[in-house]
């Protein structure tokens, strides 16, 4: 151990050493950053690069007339399906529609309730985790990250797969029916010996039931007295709903797709979609606005419009919050007028706010939106219309149903893996080729010196 630690400082030292020659190697002078490259993958007006084509899902936030983009609505569609309606028509009935948008998104049509059931079926098998899977995969090797475990336990399913390397369309489709009845529970047992083993909590670990929806079930696993309400799960099963697809531009999806397109297994490609969202400026921008949130209410009297103003606008100074000189929850690559998920939690949130007295809360959110909007315009000098994108009250929701935190991503991931996997399928049958971009090389050429001739770029003592 002694050594161990001995080898660890000095590298550290060496590391340490060499500190600005290794930033100074690392850094591109951004005069090589010419007109043509793609930075991000985006143009020169913030939309994606397109590089494909796809019939899952839709993202329309503008339209374009004579080349110019014109502000619009925002629409989401599952495979030509405004996800609004679907939403509504579950609301209305009083069911549970989540199962039904995975079907959707796979399949590529609305089940009848025969094929639904089935579907189900196959999805109920797998929310029971193999044997020994919670035991010798997530409580012998528990994290602090529950992302990170969620990654390594896709990773692991491949060695419970009889046949994980087929790529045809039969078994992707039965791996992917598997990965989304499994995914809620990995989430749900990883919290559960997380806050056992580094928070200090007692250890509660669930079993699914077989009779119940998705969102009734992880609000099952997840809470120790097993208890929710049947509104409750009916918020959290519009959650799933709204978060289980967004087009094949977003991040992680794309890196879904980029894998997918060299012909590696399922969870190797999921895997790498876990890892992305995973990110900070990808699937924990709800977290983001959370912390954002709790500066302002440090700071701003709620009801003094003014008052708001002046901490916004310290904000967006980065003389307050975490200094990024943003405001999280606040416009987006192609929403421009709404984004319709931002409008369906607003819609339906707004009572169970009441009830859970967090409607103070939900008026602040809404007065950030309100007065931030223009705010951000202003700086930008930029008369483009706005909006709150879904992040802005995601993560209030999330709150308002007893989620952890650090459970935010993890349950974006149980949604979203619908998507990816659709995503993937499509991607492995139509892509046809392997994605390979390319990066302009900027270096100079230099003579290869012997040993003797080389100068240390380090402190000998």
């Known amino acids: ?28 002078n951004p005069k090589h950053f010419r007109d043509d490259i793609k930075l991000g993958l985006r143009n020169s007006d913030g939309t994606g690069v397109t590089v494909g084509v796809s019939q899952v899902g839709s993202v329309r936030g503008y339209t374009v007339e004579d080349g110019v983009r014109l502000p619009a609505p925002g629409r989401l569609y599952y495979r030509g399906i405004e996800l609004n309606e679907i939403v509504e028509a579950h609301r209305q009935a009083n069911t549970f529609g989540f199962e039904e948008v995975a079907y959707l998104l796979l399949m590529g049509y609305l089940p009848t309730q025969k094929e639904l059931d089935h579907f189900n079926e196959i999805m109920n098998q797998a929310k029971n985790l193999p044997n020994g899977f919670t035991e010798d995969m997530i409580m012998k090797s528990p994290s602090r990250n529950i992302m990170n475990k969620l990654a390594r336990s896709v990773l692991s399913l491949y060695s419970y797969d009889d046949n994980p390397d087929d790529t045809s369309i039969q078994n992707m489709l039965l791996q992917s029916v598997k990965l989304i009845g499994a995914f809620p529970s990995i989430v749900a047992n990883a919290y559960s010996v997380k806050r056992h083993y580094f928070d200090g909590g007692s250890l509660h670990i669930h079993r699914p039931e077989k009779n119940l929806s998705t969102a009734e079930n992880f609000l099952r696993m997840i809470r120790p007295d097993t208890n929710y309400t049947e509104e409750e799960a009916h918020l959290l099963d519009m959650m799933l709903m709204v978060h289980a697809e967004h087009g094949g531009g977003n991040n992680s999806t794309f890196v879904c797709r980029a894998l997918s397109s060299s012909g590696t297994d399922t969870y190797s490609a999921i ?58 929850g606040l416009g987006h690559a192609v929403y421009t007028i709404s984004d319709p998920r931002a ?38 000098n930029s008369d483009t219309p706005m909006c709150a994108n879904v992040d802005m009250y995601s993560g209030l929701v999330y709150t308002m149903l007893g989620i952890p935190e650090d459970v935010f991503t993890p349950l974006f991931a149980s949604a979203r893996i619908v998507g990816w996997c659709a995503n993937r399928i499509e991607e492995v049958v139509s892509g046809r080729r392997i994605m390979r971009p390319a990066y302009r090389a900027v270096i100079t050429k230099v003579p290869y010196l012997p040993v003797e001739e080389r100068k240390t770029h380090f402190m000998d003592d």
């Not at 161990?4 to 290794?22: A, D, F, P, T, W």
């Open 271 to 328: 895997a790498g979609a876990v890892g992305s969202l995973k990110g900070p400026l990808h699937g924990g921008a709800n977290a983001k606005v959370m912390e954002m949130f709790r500066y302002i209410k440090a700071n701003v009297n709620p009801k003094d419009d003014g008052s708001i103003k002046d901490y916004l606008s310290k904000l967006l100074s980065g003389e307050a919050g975490d200094g990024s000189g943003k405001l999280y």
């Open 343 to 380: 409008v369906l939690l607003k819609k339906y949130a707004q009572h169970i706010a009441e009830l859970k007295g967090y409607d103070e809360d939900f008026r602040l959110l809404q007065k950030v939106e309100e007065l931030g909007i223009p705010m951000i315009q202003e700086r930008h």
């Open 1 to 28: 151990m002694e050594k161990k630690n001995y080898e660890s400082e000095v590298l550290q030292q060496y590391i340490g050493s060499l500190r600005k020659h290794i930033q100074k190697e690392y850094t591109i």
